[in-house]
């Protein structure tokens, strides 16, 4: 199973469901995504060998964008997913026996939208994701001149 959440609206974009997953999936994946969603300035992932793959980092690279890994030992750093994956697998996966790979896909998908549309996210202000999300036009994914912006270039404490 490969998914893909946005850090930023916590909206889970995707989720392939296969036997086995292969480098050419999760590039089939990310150019899909890349496609309807824009090109993100980063895609962080942990080091499995479908992302590590030469392949995978020369497409990302390719459309402009950064490949980020999680340092081995330090799950917080990919904490979005790992709840993520927490909360499919309490909900649903738990739950249910699958005797196909098209019921676990219709299954899955169906707990994917209402995630992202029904269920409420307390790092949202109780709101779902997929409302507040708005799909970054492609064109507008790689500026053309510098932006300049008043928000702090480094973190700071609040």
Not at 67 to 82: A, D, H, Q, V
Not at 85 to 95: A, Q, Y
Not at 146 to 153: E, Q, R
């Amino acid at each position: 199973m490969l998914n893909v959440i946005d850090e930023f609206t916590r909206e889970c974009l995707c989720i392939r469901i296969d036997r086995k997953l292969k480098s050419a999936d999760v590039i089939d994946v990310l150019s899909d995504l890349f496609i309807l969603r824009g090109v993100p300035g980063h895609v962080r992932s942990n080091n499995g060998f479908e992302f590590i793959a030469k392949a995978v980092s020369e497409g990302i690279t390719a459309v402009r964008a950064m490949t980020e890994f999680i340092k081995l030992g330090s799950p917080w750093e990919n904490g979005y997913c790992k709840s993520f994956n927490s909360k499919l697998r309490d909900e649903l996966l738990n739950g249910e026996i699958f005797y196909s790979l098209v019921e676990a896909r219709i299954a899955i998908e169906s707990w994917r939208q209402h995630f992202n549309t029904k269920r409420s996210h307390s790092s949202l202000g109780s709101r779902p994701p997929a409302p507040t999300a708005v799909p970054w036009p492609a064109a507008l994914s790689q500026p053309t001149s510098p932006v300049t912006s008043n928000v702090a270039d480094k973190p700071t404490m609040h």
